[in-house]
């Protein structure tokens, strides 16, 4: 099956400045790979997704860049802010499923 | 719409009960999966539904039954509770037979098992 690889697990940053996380997987027949926020207390809500045949995508402070070559797909945030601190899962859909990674819990300092 | 709908909201439960995680959603969603989410693991899909009728198991189905008599109802039973059923359990839903498409979900149920 799928398995996803997700990096930092945490991650600080100062408000205003950019957050990257990195995700690899291995089923190279893969072809959508989202990403989704999860706040305190509450179930994951898709934030942004990309399919195979886009390479890059953004969506305002947002944007996900996808290496099928390499297997690997990354979330960048611009301008971070407060409101930007909560877990994030990168997936990966294989045969009917979403496969998740560990997650990576993002603070933002004021 | 009320969206995924999820009871209860905590439950503990002893060794070798059993009980069922009610989970609905009125959006009318042909693909219905359960999830658990364990600390430094992510989301693992426990079983999943394409529609009414059909399921199949996921990457940790043992020890859980799934039915789908409806589109709005997608119950999970644990059979005989285990302290490694511990978890938060969600429940998610999407308006495509495939995974590929934006999936809702619901607010989770935090199970304890002693």
């Known amino acids: 099956g799928e398995n996803v690889e997700q990096h930092p697990s945490t991650l600080s940053v100062q408000e205003g400045d950019s957050a990257v996380i990195k995700c690899t997987y291995s089923d190279s027949a893969s072809n959508y790979f989202p990403w989704y926020k999860q706040e305190l207390g509450k179930g994951p809500q898709l934030i942004i997704d990309?399919?195979?045949?886009?390479g890059e995508k953004k969506d305002q402070r947002i944007a996900v860049t996808l290496n099928k070559t390499a297997k690997h797909f990354s979330l960048h945030i611009t301008e971070t802010q407060p409101e930007d601190s909560a877990v994030y899962f990168c997936?990966?859909?294989?045969?009917?499923?979403?496969?998740f990674g560990a997650g990576t819990t993002v603070t933002v300092r004021a | 719409n009320a969206g995924v709908t999820q009871t209860p909201k905590f439950q503990v439960l002893k060794t070798g009960q059993s009980m069922t995680l009610q989970c609905a959603q009125d959006?009318?969603?042909?693909?219905m999966s359960w999830y658990r989410q364990d600390p430094g693991m992510g989301l693992r899909l426990i079983h999943y539904s394409v529609g009414a009728g059909i399921t199949d198991q996921g990457e940790v189905p043992n020890g859980y039954n799934v039915s789908r008599s409806t589109t709005e109802d997608f119950p999970l039973r644990l059979l005989s509770a285990a302290p490694s059923q511990t978890s938060v359990y969600f429940c998610?839903?999407?308006?495509?037979?495939?995974?590929?498409?934006?999936?809702?979900f619901g607010p989770g149920t935090r199970l304890t098992v002693t």
């Open positions: 959006m009318n969603h042909e693909y």
């Open positions: 990309i399919r195979s045949n886009v």
């Open positions: 997936a990966a859909e294989s045969d009917y499923k979403l496969s």
């Open positions: 998610a839903s999407s308006y495509s037979t495939l995974a590929s498409y934006e999936q809702y």
